[in-house]
């Protein structure tokens, strides 16, 4: 999660002038000519922001980009901007303004709950010796210094932002992003801009325990019937063509690649936007141009073994494919950023790395090939990435941060917590949709690692994760808790939105989901939890939203989709009560 949100005030606002909710369903979309010939929602959201300026907190000297738009099958239009103030980006500064299908005004939801004007524009530290604290801080290579606006602890104030590249703080010498004060050369923040699915904390739980992860493969693998189509003499090149993988977790599995030549294939998918996955070769590589592109003969891809380079190669771009299509068939996205560009992946990234990333520098996947103590087998494991292509999802949305980062690594609040519970949330998603037998879906996370309690993370019961802690109920330390282990409030509450609580056996597993006051809840089933859960992450959340703030953006996206009379409206707040997160204990912005 790139550049943690350091909060005390700016909490997420949620502010409506007028209420149409339809009962629609909830579909990604794309601008739709709902209105006028040649309106443009962009232009009358950003129109409609500066007319409500007491609502939006938009002011003077704001100019407003847009990041993404989205319209509702009954026209209604949401509109994403991100923010800056007098030519100097804005931290925390985002706000969706939404729209009726006309182009009138509805409400806003923004992260900022304040003007966002710095008491002063003028530096006292030069760029120079922001780029000198920012490597020193991050013990790398600073890039240039540019003046920002950080506007996420509930001032504005004036900052510089640093790009570290060879961080020796950061796994693999990644690059991190430092923001230091302008005024004072305090570092404000200093976080990767990778997003790593094994967390500092689970590492030295695992330590403290003498335990590693040796995550179980599919064993041996069926080389029949693996023989490449018969070449034509008519053939033109490139094509498509359908060629298998022989990968380390789900066996054989049918792969769409790219025919070059009469004997020549590229692992790469032109059905899906020219998805491709290449190898790092043991560098430590942020640029997916750089790595070496995966070719065959015979368009079979692997052996089942790690020795053969392919094969894990097999597995990444089986589970990035099986997340794009969950994402579009489900909800009409079309990418990561729903822009229909592909997803790309690095596997043999760097050399004894037992990690997955996903890299919001390069926009790719990238996975290590295990670090031999803790995490023994690369880590190209289908709910892993989809919960790493997630964090992608919420990074071209909502872009949720953590509040801070301490000097381990260890990141923490509210924001950054609902980000990992959305990756778990929708990567179980994947699972489900997938459905390979050789991977059962189910709502555990992290299931294949092969770790002494069977999973990493579970959504019915999070508590019963004694690895990282999670939580199963809200509370006022949920603030400052650990993201991963603070994560299981709100994926507590969608397992309860989606299958309800109590014991009950679903493919095979058993799960017994309590509640916090002893209520029972009866879910509306995960296809209709999962929809909530999406249409509040892309119309109703922002950078700072907290559980509170997510319960709230949760009920909007029922209600334009049920109607606030519906079964899945009241099951909504039941499931949000059942974590403890009701209005009654709304936090007072200032905490």
Same mark, same amino acid.
């Given at each position: 999660?790139?550049?943690?949100?350091?909060?005390?005030?700016?909490?997420?606002?949620?502010?409506?002038?007028?209420?149409?909710?339809?009962?629609?369903?909830?579909?990604?979309?794309?601008?739709?000519?709902?209105?006028? %010939? /040649?309106?443009?929602?962009?232009? &009358? @959201?950003? #129109? +409609?922001?500066?007319?409500?300026?007491? *609502?939006?907190? =938009?002011?003077?000297?704001?100019?407003?980009?847009?990041?993404?738009?989205?319209?509702?099958?009954?026209?209604?239009?949401?509109?994403?901007?991100?923010?800056?103030?007098?030519?100097?980006?804005?931290?925390?500064?985002?706000?969706?303004?939404?729209?009726?299908?006309?182009?009138?005004?509805?409400?806003?939801?923004?992260?900022?709950?304040?003007?966002?004007?710095?008491?002063?524009?003028?530096?006292?530290?030069? %760029? /120079?010796?922001?780029?000198?604290? &920012? @490597?020193? #801080? +991050?013990?790398?290579?600073?890039?240039? *210094?540019?003046? =920002?606006?950080?506007?996420?602890?509930?001032?504005?104030?004036?900052?510089?932002?640093?790009?570290?590249?060879?961080?020796?703080?950061?796994?693999?010498?990644?690059?991190?992003?430092?923001?230091?004060?302008?005024?004072?050369?305090?570092?404000?923040?200093?976080?990767?801009?990778?997003?790593?699915?094994?967390?500092?904390?689970?590492?030295?739980?695992?330590?403290?325990?003498?335990?590693?992860?040796?995550?179980? %493969?599919?064993?041996?693998?069926?080389?029949?019937?693996?023989? +490449?189509?018969?070449?034509?003499?008519? *053939?033109?090149?490139?094509?498509?063509?359908?060629?298998?993988?022989?990968?380390?977790?789900?066996?054989?599995?049918?792969?769409?690649?790219?025919?070059?030549?009469?004997?020549?294939?590229?692992?790469?998918?032109?059905?899906?936007?020219?998805?491709?996955?290449?190898?790092?070769?043991?560098?430590?590589?942020?640029?997916?141009?750089?790595?070496?592109?995966?070719?065959?003969?015979?368009?079979?891809?692997?052996?089942?073994?790690? %020795?053969?380079?392919?094969?894990?190669?097999?597995?990444?771009?089986?589970?990035?494919?099986?997340?794009?299509?969950?994402?579009?068939?489900?909800?009409?996205?079309?990418?990561?950023?729903?822009?229909?560009?592909?997803?790309?992946?690095?596997?043999?990234?760097?050399?004894?790395?037992?990690?997955?990333?996903?890299?919001?520098?390069?926009?790719?996947?990238?996975?290590?090939?295990?670090?031999?103590?803790?995490?023994?087998?690369?880590?190209?494991?289908?709910?892993?990435?989809?919960?790493?292509?997630?964090?992608?999802?919420?990074?071209?949305?909502?872009?949720?941060?953590?509040?801070?980062?301490?000097?381990?690594?260890?990141?923490?609040?509210?924001?950054?917590?609902?980000?990992?519970?959305?990756?778990?949330?929708?990567?179980?998603?994947?699972?489900?949709?997938?459905?390979?037998?050789?991977?059962?879906?189910?709502?555990?996370?992290?299931?294949?690692?092969?770790?002494?309690?069977?999973?990493?993370?579970?959504?019915?019961?999070?508590?019963?994760?004694?690895?990282?802690?999670?939580?199963?109920?809200?509370?006022?330390?949920?603030?400052?808790?650990?993201?991963?282990?603070?994560?299981?409030?709100?994926?507590?509450?969608?397992?309860?939105?989606?299958?309800?609580?109590?014991?009950?056996?679903?493919?095979?597993?058993?799960?017994?989901?309590?509640?916090?006051?002893?209520?029972?809840?009866?879910?509306?089933?995960?296809?209709?939890?999962?929809?909530?859960?999406?249409?509040?992450?892309?119309?109703?959340?922002?950078?700072?939203?907290?559980?509170?703030?997510?319960?709230?953006?949760?009920?909007?996206?029922?209600?334009?989709?049920?109607?606030?009379?519906?079964?899945?409206?009241?099951?909504?707040?039941?499931?949000?009560?059942?974590?403890?997160?009701?209005?009654?204990?709304?936090?007072?912005?200032?905490?």
């Amino acid at each position: 999660m790139r550049r943690p949100h350091i909060r005390s005030l700016a909490v997420a606002v949620t502010v409506t002038t007028a209420a149409t909710l339809p009962a629609v369903p909830a579909l990604a979309g794309t601008p739709a000519g709902t209105a006028a %010939a /040649g309106f443009s929602p962009a232009a &009358a @959201a950003r #129109a +409609a922001a500066f007319a409500h300026s007491s *609502a939006t907190g =938009v002011t003077r000297g704001d100019t407003l980009t847009t990041k993404d738009v989205l319209t509702d099958p009954d026209g209604k239009q949401h509109v994403r901007f991100v923010r800056s103030h007098q030519g100097l980006p804005v931290l925390g500064g985002d706000l969706v303004v939404h729209l009726d299908k006309r182009g009138g005004y509805l409400g806003v939801t923004r992260a900022a709950d304040h003007a966002v004007q710095p008491a002063t524009t003028e530096a006292e530290l030069t %760029a /120079g010796q922001a780029e000198q604290k &920012a @490597a020193v #801080a +991050a013990q790398g290579d600073a890039g240039t *210094a540019e003046l =920002v606006v950080d506007a996420r602890d509930g001032r504005a104030a004036l900052a510089y932002q640093v790009r570290v590249t060879d961080s020796r703080t950061t796994e693999a010498g990644g690059s991190r992003t430092v923001v230091v004060d302008a005024l004072t050369g305090r570092i404000r923040s200093n976080t990767p801009d990778s997003d790593e699915f094994v967390s500092p904390a689970l590492k030295e739980a695992l330590r403290r325990r003498g335990e590693s992860a040796d995550p179980r %493969a599919d064993g041996a693998a069926d080389f029949s019937g693996l023989t +490449a189509a018969a070449g034509s003499a008519a *053939a033109r090149y490139p094509s498509t063509a359908h060629g298998t993988g022989v990968s380390l977790y789900v066996g054989k599995v049918a792969l769409t690649t790219t025919r070059t030549a009469r004997t020549s294939y590229l692992l790469r998918d032109p059905t899906r936007w020219d998805t491709e996955t290449r190898d790092a070769k043991g560098r430590e590589l942020e640029s997916f141009g750089h790595g070496t592109k995966f070719t065959s003969t015979n368009d079979t891809w692997g052996n089942g073994a790690v %020795a053969n380079r392919a094969t894990v190669a097999a597995d990444a771009q089986y589970s990035i494919t099986k997340t794009l299509d969950f994402y579009k068939k489900a909800f009409g996205r079309k990418g990561i950023k729903n822009n229909s560009t592909g997803a790309r992946a690095m596997v043999h990234f760097g050399k004894k790395v037992g990690n997955a990333f996903w890299d919001s520098v390069c926009g790719c996947m990238l996975y290590g090939d295990g670090d031999g103590k803790l995490f023994k087998k690369p880590l190209v494991v289908l709910d892993v990435t989809g919960h790493e292509l997630t964090h992608g999802v919420v990074d071209a949305t909502a872009d949720l941060e953590p509040t801070r980062v301490d000097d381990h690594g260890y990141q923490y609040g509210e924001p950054g917590a609902l980000n990992e519970s959305l990756a778990d949330i929708f990567g179980s998603g994947v699972e489900f949709a997938a459905a390979n037998p050789k991977n059962p879906p189910n709502y555990l996370m992290g299931e294949k690692l092969g770790l002494r309690q069977k999973f990493l993370r579970r959504l019915d019961h999070p508590s019963l994760d004694k690895l990282e802690g999670t939580i199963d109920y809200w509370s006022s330390e949920a603030y400052d808790t650990e993201v991963h282990a603070g994560s299981g409030v709100s994926s507590h509450a969608f397992y309860l939105l989606a299958e309800g609580s109590g014991r009950k056996t679903i493919g095979g597993v058993t799960y017994d989901s309590p509640t916090y006051d002893g209520s029972q809840v009866t879910g509306i089933g995960r296809a209709k939890a999962l929809a909530v859960f999406y249409r509040a992450l892309t119309r109703y959340m922002v950078s700072t939203t907290d559980f509170h703030d997510a319960r709230d953006a949760t009920l909007k996206a029922a209600a334009d989709m049920y109607g606030t009379g519906s079964v899945e409206y009241r099951t909504v707040d039941k499931a949000w009560a059942a974590v403890n997160v009701t209005p009654a204990d709304t936090p007072a912005s200032g905490r």
